[in-house]
């Protein structure tokens, strides 16, 4: 019998992982990629001996990257090998004060005494509430798709029960009083493209989750993850096909038949996943398709996650005084996230950032005696700030580096020897992001689940999505956890003759 086909299209997380399962599975799976390497925002700068990961560079819960590799028989450890990072993240606040943030019960507690003892019985009642919901949204509903609205009726009770109607930021603060705490606990949606005061509170199970199996950096970088979910791929007889951007995704009554890309190449297909953004898959390459132009018509009315700014950087000179994940906090807290979040056209004069110093972990990462840098600075995307990024990014660039330089890397302006950035537009152009959001949908209630774009269409058959717009949502388990949830669809769908 004819074994059937498949056309992934993008190389991200959730396209890699799906496409390792597929194929696995006895699916004949093609991979396409608009970039020349593989990794979708899991993509590898490289300069002057300096490797930068430009994307994801926090893996947690190992199991989901696990199970991809014994889904193809095979032990994940063969390919790749995970470095456990402690502290997870050292936090800073402008007025001195610093958190180490782990799952070192006895340090954390340390901690917590010496801020706000009045807090100790607040955080013991928070880590049961995170367990509970870590139990009930990511155990039991991460890789389980939403295809009708019963199946969101079905877990209604247990999301009323965990008030996940509230925000992440609302329910820490019936557990911790005090505000630097309440930041310390509440920061994990911006890391899935979600704002701490309107994310629902089922993100809290980040929390339990990096507690329960601790945080991670890959040695060789995260782009070393990518090349390995790579060769498995192919070892299993997948094909990926780089510098191929998908153009059209064809149809005929009423289902996918193929895909031809930018070049011309053309082929026929049983089944097509999207691992790329969701709007540009209905709008752009389902151009014309009834159902899809009502379903991006529909998708660019709700809610999109902020964008970013990212600055990569090599030091010709070692700063060891950081932690490996550096959560820098600015002076307001609230009020900018509004800023980030609402339409305000212009940025802000302070800023938050994510510092990353991979080679504290793994220096080969640089030349020797030498660090490489990310610095992530959350802004808004292109429908709430109209800015011109290609003179606004250089001055926001050297804003920050100059920042660093003041108060966490003295004498970094002379020790810098390369430097690169990413822009909301670069997430646009270079990936094809709707608004140039970071993390597609933003991470609110009414955006989860059910209401999230489903990881297989209801109208056009054959055609399925992994990755951050569809159930679950953002960040590496989220992604990983789509492509289980998608896969869990195609493989009897396709084996089974679904018509």
Same mark, same amino acid.
């Given at each position: ?13 959730g ?7 597929l ?10 990629e608009?970039?020349?390497k593989?990794?979708?925002?899991a993509?590898v700068?490289?300069?002057?001996? =300096?490797?930068?990961?430009g994307? %994801?560079?926090?893996?947690?819960a ?7 590799f014994?889904?193809?028989?095979r ?13 997870f993240?050292r ?13 070192? #019960? ?10 706000s %003892? ?13 367990e509970?919901v ?9 890789a ?5 609205f019963?199946? #969101?009726?079905?877990?209604? %009770? ?8 509230? !925000? ?21 949606p ?17 929390? =339990?989750?990096?507690r329960n ?30 510098? !191929?951007?998908? &153009? ?6 009423g289902?996918?038949?193929g ?11 049983d ?10 898959? =209905?709008?752009a390459?389902?151009?014309g &398709? ?11 009315k709700? /809610?999109f ?8 950087f ?12 550096d959560i820098?906090?600015? %002076?307001?807290?609230?009020e ?15 800023f ?16 020797a ?13 292109l429908?709430?700030?109209?800015l ?7 001055? =926001? ?6 920042y ?10 002379a ?15 270079e990936?094809? !992001? ?7 949908l ?9 209401? /999230?774009?489903h ?9 399925y ?8 949502g ?5 992604v990983?956890? !789509? ?8 493989i ?8």
């Amino acid at each position: 019998m004819t074994r059937p086909k498949a056309a992934v299209i993008g190389s991200g997380f959730g396209g890699l992982t799906l496409a390792v399962r597929l194929q696995a599975a006895g699916i004949d799976t093609t991979v396409f990629e608009k970039r020349d390497k593989p990794g979708g925002r899991a993509y590898v700068y490289q300069d002057k001996g =300096y490797s930068f990961d430009g994307g %994801p560079t926090i893996i947690t819960a190992p199991p989901c990257l696990e199970e991809v590799f014994a889904s193809a028989g095979r032990d994940m450890a063969d390919y790749a090998t995970l470095l456990p990072v402690m502290p997870f993240y050292r936090l800073y606040w402008e007025d001195g004060f610093r958190f180490d943030y782990s799952n070192d #019960m006895d340090a954390i507690t340390a901690q917590i005494r010496d801020k706000s %003892p009045r807090d100790l019985d607040g955080y013991q009642r928070f880590l049961r509430y995170a367990e509970d919901v870590f139990n009930e949204g990511y155990v039991k509903l991460a890789a389980t798709p939403f295809l009708d609205f019963w199946s #969101m009726i079905r877990v209604s %009770p247990q999301l009323i029960r965990l008030q996940s109607f509230r !925000s992440v930021y609302s329910i820490i603060s019936r557990f911790i009083k005090d505000p630097h705490l309440r930041q310390v606990f509440s920061f994990h949606p911006l890391l899935v493209g979600g704002n701490p005061f309107s994310s629902s509170a089922i993100y809290t199970l980040i929390h =339990y989750l990096e507690r329960n199996w601790g945080v991670f950096f890959v040695k060789g970088g995260t782009g070393a993850l990518v090349a390995a979910l790579v060769k498995l791929f192919e070892e299993l007889g997948g094909e990926i096909r780089l510098s !191929s951007p998908v &153009e059209r995704i064809h149809t005929a009554n009423g289902r996918v038949t193929g895909v031809t890309t930018a070049g011309g190449w053309h082929g026929d297909f049983d089944a097509v996943a999207s691992n790329a953004d969701v709007v540009h898959t =209905y709008s752009a390459l389902l151009e014309g &398709e009834p159902h899809a132009e009502l379903e991006a018509a529909r998708l660019v009315k709700r /809610r999109f996650s902020m964008s970013l700014f990212v600055v990569y950087f090599g030091s010709r000179r070692r700063h060891t005084q950081i932690a490996h994940h550096d959560i820098l906090f600015g %002076p307001r807290y609230r009020e900018l996230l509004d800023d980030i979040f609402e339409s305000v056209d212009t940025l802000a004069e302070d800023f938050s950032l994510y510092l990353h110093a991979p080679t504290l972990t793994d220096p080969s990462v640089a030349p020797a005696g030498c660090e490489a840098f990310y610095v992530l600075s959350p802004v808004p995307h292109l429908g709430n700030a109209h800015l011109d990024w290609s003179s606004e990014g250089p001055r =926001y660039r050297d804003r920050i580096l100059e920042y660093l330089e003041k108060r966490y890397l003295p004498g970094l302006g002379a020790d810098i020897e390369t430097v690169r950035i990413l822009t909301p537009d670069d997430f646009k152009h270079e990936m094809n !992001s709707h608004l140039g959001s970071a993390f597609s949908l933003e991470p609110i209630l009414s955006q989860s689940a059910w209401f /999230r774009v489903h990881n297989r269409d209801r109208h056009i058959g054959g055609l399925y999505f992994a990755g951050a717009g569809t159930h679950p949502g953002a960040g590496v388990p989220g992604v990983v956890n !789509s492509a289980k949830a998608t896969a869990g669809l195609m493989i009897p769908d396709l084996l089974g003759g679904r018509g």
